[in-house]
């Protein structure tokens, strides 16, 4: 893909926190705490070395006067805000963000409006020079999951007070409006909504013209299009408000955007079927007239879905108003969540060169976000990544102060810039884009304007090598689900110890990148045949990277957490001394220095204990089928490790690999377990009894290596793997176990 950049009039790139407060029941859920940035003033600074023009920043009501203007604290938005104007970036202050105020109100207060109202005007009367304001953003999505769904407060699920909420927050926004333009009449509103579409079976057109013409209430309702011509409006007066009551709430709603703002997400487009029995019992619902599913069209719509482009320019269609695109993200791989920006960023000047009137597109998600996979029901600490990744190590109970730039950064910069992209992964198109996004069978949702199948582009490979080893066939294998042209090669396709076949190669095939999952892994063995262990560990690794660098190609490679000799009580981090005991350690330690000496830019992973749900013959496995069949297994009871679980490390390789990271990283699962414990753990969730089961020190073991009594891995950088637990999970929802 390629964009031809408009000199005219220059798609601006904006940018955005997720800032929600969010409230369940009593309890506020606060994104601004979860992320940090509530304490890190810093973070201004590295959204500014992005290039941004305007940021969608929170000066939230719940959080500046929870109990009032009276006792109300300025401290942190004066800070901020001065900060932003320092650095040249304009602020879009939203006030309410996906929240419903303080603990005296709700989004069904009749004196909801006026209270917002209120707030607003003590801000800009604090802050004269601000011009972008979003009041509220997202009201009618707002409006569904606190009135329809009951999801969040005042968790109403009834149509009634999902009406309520929504003119209540549309009243809002324009009382808001209409008191900030007494104190700045220059004041602009950009509104915010995100906005899908909906399409059906035949049988079920008439559900799916009613939800596409409800996508549209905040907007119409802020425009003054809702009178007793307008196709929703006998919905609104069905769900209990007298017509009086409606056209006196619908008026005090006008207060046309300056700027409409769509927010768009894949899943934003869904598809109704009443066959129910083609789909997941989770996907049932109905309308209280007829049972059907509700699911994701881009999952069985034949045709594609719509998306950005098509979306936008109906909005423009409808509205005539300048627009902007308030929010970019998407949760999946790192390859993916960048061709997803790089299509809208294109979608958007597209539209801008046929005539439509768009500003901006907006990287959203800064800090990533916490938690949205339940709605924000929960705080369980399930983290999205965006722009930058917070899964940053944990130091003496101190969180590492810098979010680190994602591969989404490079392209956030490049775009803002002017700067065309070149990641060979964006000649990809995206999984929605490719055949296996269909998850049903596949329906012809007979719609216009939706996306067409596109076959991938040839793209450069990433090259793999260790065609035989349990690593390489993992990173094919997840290469292939996650889209990336990959070759995987073995020993005698590419031998890393000879330099004239490696660069024979890396000359033909032309990759952007090479992994090095090849590799001598009998730990004992090597301590018979050093000189095999190192001519391949150590001589191949070095050879092989001496190649990529004068390729100009990035390089993986593994290293172990053999490389310590176990003396610490503590994880061990990237800047420990190493010390191993070992031939096969000696051979990783060696191979690290010579790599990162010949290649600096060289990836480097440390890493410890494999298991993983598609070989025979990692401990894990090994332990279940021994002990299912009540045969006796050995196990240490005082070696204590990180195991690793193989799909997990691979994702996470390929996601350093992708934003550009080098020197040594420490990937294992969050764990400190000894091997013994590890069996018992597998078992226990397995349901098999551990009774055949063998403990032992491991000096009684017949381990030929010297091995460390303690290797575990932490990091300094980021521990960016999951916890053990959840791995367990993982291996055996992976290889569907029943005992």
Known sequence: MSVVFNSKHPLEMWAGIECTVNRVGEEYFDQLERNGHARRLDDLELFAELGIKKIRYPVLWEKIAPHGLETADWSWADERLERLRELGITPIVGLVHHGSGPLDTSLVDPEFPQKLAVFARAVAERYPWVTYYTPVNEPLTTARFSGMYGHWYPHGKDDLTFARALLGECQAIALAMKAIREVNPDAKLV???????????????????????????????????????????????????????????????????????????????????????????????????????????????????????????????????????????????????????????????????????????????????????????????????????????????????????????????????????????????????????????????????????????????????????????????????????????????????????????????????????????KVDDAEREPHICLKINTEGAEILATACAQHNVALLTFSSDLVFNGAVTNPYVETDTVAPLNVYGCSKVMAEKLVLQAYPASLVIRTSAFFGPWDEYNFVTIALRELSAGRQFVAAEDAVVSPTYVPDLVHASLDLLIDGENGLWHLANKSAIAWADLARLAAKQAGVSVSSLVALPAQELDWIAPRPTYSVLGSSRGEIMPCLDSAMSKYFNDRNYSG
């Not at 423009?316 to 929010?327: G, S, V």
């Not at 949205?372 to 990544?385: D, I, K, M, Q």
């Open 191 to 521: 509104q915010t909504e995100d906005l899908g579409k909906t399409y059906s079976t035949p049988k079920l057109s008439y559900q799916a013209e009613f939800e596409n013409e409800r996508r549209w209430l905040s907007f119409d309702l802020l425009c003054g299009r809702i009178n007793q011509n307008h196709p929703i409006w006998k919905y609104l007066c069905d769900c209990g408000l007298s017509e009086a009551e409606l056209e006196q709430k619908s008026a005090n709603c006008y207060c046309p955007p300056d700027i409409i703002g769509i927010n768009h997400y894949l899943t934003s487009e869904r598809f109704l079927d009443e066959n129910l029995e083609k789909y997941p019992v989770w996907t049932h619902g109905g309308n209280g007239k007829e049972r059907y599913a509700d699911v994701e069209a881009v999952r069985v719509c034949a045709e594609g879905t719509a998306g950005a482009y098509t979306l936008l320019k109906e909005t423009w269609e409808r509205y005539k108003l300048p627009l902007a695109i308030t929010e970019v993200h998407l949760h999946c791989t790192r390859e993916e969540q960048l061709r997803w920006f790089f299509e809208v960023w294109n979608a958007a000047h597209k539209l801008q060169d046929e005539g439509v009137d768009i500003l901006a597109v907006t990287a959203w998600a800064l800090l990533g976000s916490y938690d949205w996979n339940s709605l924000l029901t929960r705080s369980v600490g399930y983290y999205e990544a965006g722009v930058f990744d917070l899964r940053s190590a944990t130091l003496g109970g101190t969180p590492s102060p810098d979010p680190r730039p994602t591969a989404i950064a490079k392209l956030v910069a490049n775009l803002a810039h002017g700067r065309q992209p070149h990641h060979p992964l964006l000649e990809t198109p995206g999984w929605w884009r490719r055949p296996e996004r269909l998850e049903y069978p596949a329906v012809n949702c007979f719609h216009q304007g939706c996306g067409v199948e596109i076959i991938p582009a040839a793209s450069r490979p990433l090259l793999i090598i260790g065609a035989r080893g349990t690593l390489g066939k993992a990173f094919a294998r997840l290469c292939e689900l996650r889209g990336i042209t990959y070759r995987l090669l073995s020993r005698q396709e590419m031998d890393i110890t000879d330099a004239v076949s490696v660069n024979a190669v890396l000359a033909e095939l032309q990759p952007w990148a090479v992994v090095n999952a090849a590799g001598y892994v």
